[in-house]
């Protein structure tokens, strides 16, 4: 139990710290040229989209026991991955 606890406490911060992020981005995005923020708004909309689908997966993984904890678990890690990804690409992006 305790593990999936911890679990969920860890993308619950993951998950606030991202908000934070995407709204610093979208501030910088809303600064480039017209196609650059084309581009970038594209990519905002994906990493939102993965951000919302996380958090469909934390609230499962809250309303589901330990035994199907491992299974929701393994599809929220490759999100968690996805969104890191497209933080990572944005900023890159941002930054040149």
Known sequence: MAKR?????KLEKQLREWNTQIDELQKRVNKESQDLKANLE???????EKRSRLRKKLDKIKDSG???F?????DSEKLWKDV??????IREIVNE
């Open 5 to 9: 606890e911890e679990y969920i406490d």
């Open 42 to 48: 594209k990519r905002m909309e994906d990493l939102k």
């Open 66 to 68: 330990d035994e199907v």
């Open 70 to 74: 491992e299974e929701i678990k393994a």
């Open 84 to 89: 890191k990804k497209g933080f990572s690409e």
